[in-house]
RNA sequence: GCGCCCGUAGCUCAGCUGGAUAGAGCAGCGGACUUCUAAUCCGCAGGUCGCAGGUUCGAAUCCUGCCGGGCGUGCCA
């Protein structure tokens, strides 16, 4: 039951003959912010008055005499507050009840299905194979699996696809390795870890070779020229007035960051080349190979030419390189209803930009194939002049093959924002293709940081794999529970259990510390923080249900036949209401997450249910209570919380643990 | 240069489509374990919502300008 949903309604009816368009006003029935102005409040009488040209107070009581909902809310209410606000207080008894339906629907909590389900493929995670999985990885990875768990259980046609890169320039890079440099011992022992390795190393000389040509010359004329731009600048300032002088100390003192930026730049690239140039080995290694760029490519270029012998490489390495991403998703506990990678759209991607030439969107312009947009500066480009085709082309052919195998209402593209120019270009080119009536949507995230606020990468400046990152935060939540564990005056966890909950735990700190965070905005990634008992975290949000467990199995409760017996869950105490209040909410919630694709509205409100939790645990014993059947009551209340956790953590793919 | 995004407490972050007195956690201070997990809870203190205008019954939220930061910007993904 989505209250809110049934409030407006309510409100439509009372609306309607009122005011032309009631619609626009239905919005401003909202949750009040304050407990002091009920459970909702309507804010439509004001905009309304100013329709109507009539007082909002008096629109206020009109609204107020036409609605019907005294089924749901108590006499005197609805009342009239400050300038016209309508504020609704809902019945305990109508609490009562909404809370029974709760407590026996096993599987559902009373949410219900969407009345008009739609087909959803959500396009996330999509890593590169030939790589491990690195930290800019888990934001796709659980937010997109977050949304798609959401969503099917909502009861949309739920469709996940990880788009993975199976057939770039990462795959010449490892066959080049292999043919050059292959430690065959190794590889027959650990074939993923020698690819790596392999990877690793051609990359490290390609960027070498790449550096010394281009990257430093390149850098070393931008630092002269920023130099020179900075000198005119300090002896003009002499002879300015004020604003003018202004304006160009704000000139200088932008040129003297960016300066400074570049040679930071500069330091890192000498960092880079001595790296190799230190290493005897890496350096006669790069002295052999000086054209180790080009033949990577050119290695790329065979495999997608259907060169045989690179073929069955790229046939070879596959398996056992999906097979290690396939371990970091079992652990992470995410899958897949579609693996539909880049090698899949092969060979479509011809037809694509045949296509689009001949309805004319596409056109030739410097020896690209281009797709011009309305509005944009810079054309969509779908095939290189040397004909290769890039990832534009990729998302075009998928699209069209998505359209066709799945009929979606809406794709969604969990990916990072630094991709937003790209899709802006793509959406526009697929509408021109005539895809116009799918809802085409970036559900765009921010960047992990470092503690240092700066892009979160190792030391050596290399991105931070995802394996590491799991087994360090499992590892501290190991350490965590341990110590836990041993103050008690009986340590309760075997070893095996202490692992299994310190998995959970880790696992679940670093997803919710993801998912908690308003998805646009970059975060600060902190295993302090994140494992923090205190706080917006998984580990606290397990610990609320393991108390509640504690609750259950200290009174040798039966969870199962208090659910069956059947009584009302009665309303007492105001931190009982408070708390059915809150779990008479998670309907609204979900339904607010799925309308902007952000999950941290569940954490939030998952986060509040707990703070209403500790109140209602504070004020009101359990095994103690009065009576009997506030025992009951407070039992059930218990139970609909635990459930609420478990069925919320579980939407954010976290588990809930017993005791920890 | 152009485009997109961001600026909220000392720190890390919430803040719905514009709603009433802007919220959490950490850090600080003060309290609560013979009683369901104190891995917790309660209280206090802490704010010019970057700045300046504008829109209106009402602005952290919308518009304009400025300041500060991030990202992107024709053949990588």
Excluded at 66 to 89: H, K, M, T, W
Excluded at 94 to 115: C, E, F, P, V, Y
Excluded at 582 to 587: D, P, T, Y
């Amino acid at each position: 039951m989505n209250i809110l949903h049934l409030l407006r309604q309510r409100f439509a009816a009372a609306l309607d003959g009122l005011i032309d368009q009631p619609q626009s006003y239905l919005d401003l029935v909202l949750p009040s912010q304050d407990p002091r102005f009920g459970d909702y409040q309507a804010n439509c009488a004001m905009p309304m008055a100013k329709e109507l040209k009539k007082s909002p107070r008096e629109i206020a009581a009109a609204i107020v005499h036409r609605l019907d909902v005294a089924d749901l809310c108590d006499p005197p209410q609805p009342e009239i507050a400050g300038p016209g606000f309508i504020n609704l207080r809902l019945k305990d008894g109508w609490l009562s009840n909404q809370l029974m339906k709760m407590s026996h629907d096993r599987d559902r909590l009373g949410i219900a299905s969407a009345d008009s389900p739609k087909t959803y493929v959500i396009d996330y995670s999509s890593p590169n194979v030939a790589k491990p999985m690195h930290v800019g990885h888990i934001r796709s990875t659980v937010i997109g699996d977050a949304l798609y768990r959401i969503l099917r259980f909502l009861g949309h046609r739920t469709i996940s696809d990880n788009h993975l890169g199976d057939w770039g320039t990462q795959f010449g890079t490892i066959i080049f390795g292999y043919k050059h440099f292959l430690d065959v011992e190794a590889y027959r022992e650990a074939p993923v870890e020698e690819l790596c390795r392999l990877y690793k190393l051609v990359h490290q000389l390609v960027e070498y070779h790449d550096a010394k040509k281009t990257g430093l010359p390149e850098l070393e004329a931008r630092i002269a020229e920023q130099r020179r731009e900075m000198e005119p600048l300090a002896s003009a300032l002499d002879g300015l007035e004020k604003p003018e002088r202004k304006k160009t100390q704000k000139k200088m003192r932008q040129a003297e960051a960016r300066l400074a930026e570049l040679e930071e730049d500069l330091a890192a690239i000498q960092d880079r080349i001595a790296g190799v140039e230190n290493h005897p080995t890496l350096r006669a290694l790069a002295e052999s190979y000086p054209d180790i760029g080009q033949q990577v490519l050119d290695e790329t270029a065979a495999l997608h030419a259907g060169d045989k012998f690179n073929t069955s490489l790229w046939n070879e390495f596959l398996p056992p390189c999906l097979e290690a991403i396939d371990g970091i998703y079992q652990r992470l506990g995410v899958s897949f209803n579609h693996t539909l990678g880049e090698s899949f759209y092969h060979d479509r991607l011809a037809s694509v930009v045949e296509d689009l030439k001949a309805r004319g969107l596409a056109t030739e312009s410097e020896g690209a194939t281009c797709v011009f947009l309305d509005g944009m500066d810079a054309p969509m480009i779908v095939q290189k002049k040397d004909g290769a085709f890039l990832y534009a082309t990729t998302d075009l052919a998928t699209i069209a093959y998505r359209v066709e195998t799945f009929q979606p209402d809406v794709i969604l593209y969990v990916v990072d924002h630094r991709q937003s120019l790209h899709f802006e270009q793509l959406f526009a080119a697929a509408r021109k293709w005539g895809h116009e009536s799918i809802g085409l949507v970036h559900v765009r995230f921010g960047t992990v940081l470092g503690e240092d606020g700066k892009p979160y990468k190792t030391r050596s400046g290399d991105a931070v794999e995802l394996e590491g990152l799991l087994d360090r935060a499992t590892e501290r939540a190991y350490q965590i529970v341990c110590e836990n564990d041993a103050t008690r005056q009986i340590p309760i966890l075997s070893e095996s259990e202490r692992r299994r909950i310190a998995e959970q735990i880790g696992i679940g700190a670093i997803k919710y510390a993801d998912l908690s965070h308003n998805r646009e905005s970059d975060y600060i990634f902190s295993y302090d923080k994140m494992l923090a008992m205190n706080g917006n975290t998984a580990a606290y949000m397990q610990y609320c249900y393991a108390r509640v467990n504690g609750i259950f199995s200290k009174g040798d409760v039966d969870i199962d036949a208090s659910r069956s017996r059947g009584d009302a869950i009665q309303i007492g105490h105001p931190a009982e209401r408070a708390l059915g209040l809150e779990l008479v909410r998670f309907a609204e919630t979900l339904d607010r997450v799925v309308a902007d694709y952000r999950p941290n509205h569940l954490t939030a409100y998952l986060f509040s249910l707990a703070g209403r939790f500790a109140e209602f645990y504070e004020a009101c014993p359990v095994h103690n209570a009065p009576d009997d059947a506030t025992r009951h009551n407070r039992l059930l209340l218990c139970d609909l919380v635990a459930r609420t956790i478990q069925l919320g953590l579980g939407f954010l793919g976290i588990d809930v643990v017993e005791r920890m």
